[in-house]
């Protein structure tokens, strides 16, 4: 059963960076979408960036630019550089799966496994 570890999250200024990263351990020979999404208090799961197995990234409207997501299938990693942080990126990001082909890769409901989430706080 494979299983995703975040890690990376933090309490930083506006206009700074983080980097997280997703660890997927337990074996699966098939490579599959991943994406990170976020969810602040109150609000829904949103999602940020996602990338196809091929490498393909989407991304949020709200991060373009600005975020970058990677993903290295030898490592089971997937990685997320936020540059330009804002006060509005404050959320828990999670890392997500999809065990199946998707149609919209932002969509969190697409994604069947989940990470425990890491903080991300950007002070104005």
């Known amino acids: 059963q494979v299983q995703l570890v975040e890690s990376g999250g933090g309490s930083v200024q506006a206009g700074t960076s983080l980097t997280l990263s997703c660890l997927a351990t337990?074996?699966?020979?098939?490579?599959?979408?991943k994406g990170w999404f976020r969810q602040a208090p109150g609000k829904e799961r949103e999602g940020v960036a996602a990338?196809?197995?091929?490498?393909?990234?989407s991304y949020a409207d709200s991060v373009k630019g600005r975020f970058t997501i990677s993903r290295d299938n030898t490592k089971n990693t997937i990685t997320l550089q936020m540059n330009s942080l804002k006060p509005e990126d404050t959320a828990m990001y999670f890392c997500?799966?999809?065990?199946?082909?998707?149609?919209?890769?932002?969509?969190?409901?697409?994604?069947?496994?989940w990470g425990q989430g890491t903080q991300v706080t950007v002070s104005s």
């Open positions: 990338i196809s197995p091929g490498g393909r990234p």
């Open positions: 997500g799966r999809a065990s199946r082909g998707i149609a919209s890769p932002l969509l969190p409901s697409e994604y069947d496994t």
């Open positions: 337990g074996y699966s020979k098939i490579v599959n979408y």
